[in-house]
Each structure stands twice: as C-alpha cells, then as structure tokens.
C-alpha cells in the first residue's frame, strides 16, 4: 500500500483527521497545536496522525492535498484546510457550520468562548 492509498484509506474511514507535526496530547510545532488546541477544546473526537513518525506520509500527505504545509485537517474525506485557514474558520464560525453539516459533534459553547476571547 502506498503512502497516498493510506492516507485515503485514513481520511475516508475517520470522521475527523488531523495531519500534524506530533501528537494531540503532544504537538511538536506551533501550527499543529494550535489546530489540535482548538479541535481539543471545541471536543471534537478526531484521529491524530503525526507526520514526523513517517517521512513517506509527510510527503504524501503534501501531495495528496497538494497544499504544501502542515497541519492539515480532513473532515468526513474533505480537506478543510491548514493552520490559517482553520483558524480563520473558527472565528468566523463556519468550523462550527461544517461540523454542524457534517454531524460531528463539537460543544458549541467551547467555540463560542475561543470567538469572544479573539473579539
């Protein structure tokens, strides 16, 4: 199997998956924790998949969406985006909408209070 079989396997059989440098509980640069900061908070169950674990996934993972940064979030097989993108979406509440769309469960009140802190 190769790289790009696996990471569609990953993204098509998750609802939400997180392509990052380290792990949720562990993040090993900035943007990825920020990204896993707010899935964290927001409660959002999702699959954690650290890049640096495997350097044929770092690349594939590139390839694939081809968007040459990471981190990279995939809800229900769809790239959604990477750290600023994410982050713009979630101010602007349209994380919530697609999460809402999608049926992913997410705690409303927690996206609320990351917007009025960025107020």
Do not use: H
């Amino acid at each position: 199997m190769t790289a790009i079989d696996q990471i569609r396997d990953t993204v098509t059989k998750n609802d939400v998956v997180l392509y990052m440098k380290g792990t949720k509980m562990m993040p090993q640069c900035g943007f990825s924790s920020r990204v896993a900061g707010v899935l964290n908070y927001m409660g959002v169950d999702y699959l954690d998949v650290n890049v640096l674990a495997d350097p044929e996934i770092r690349q594939g993972i590139k390839d694939y969406s081809d968007w040459p940064t990471i981190p990279q979030l995939y809800v229900k097989g769809e790239f959604v985006g990477g750290c600023d993108i994410v982050t713009e979406m979630t101010l602007s509440g349209e994380l919530d909408q697609l999460f809402a769309e999608k049926g992913i469960p997410f705690d409303r009140e927690a996206a609320e209070k990351i917007r009025a802190a960025n107020a």
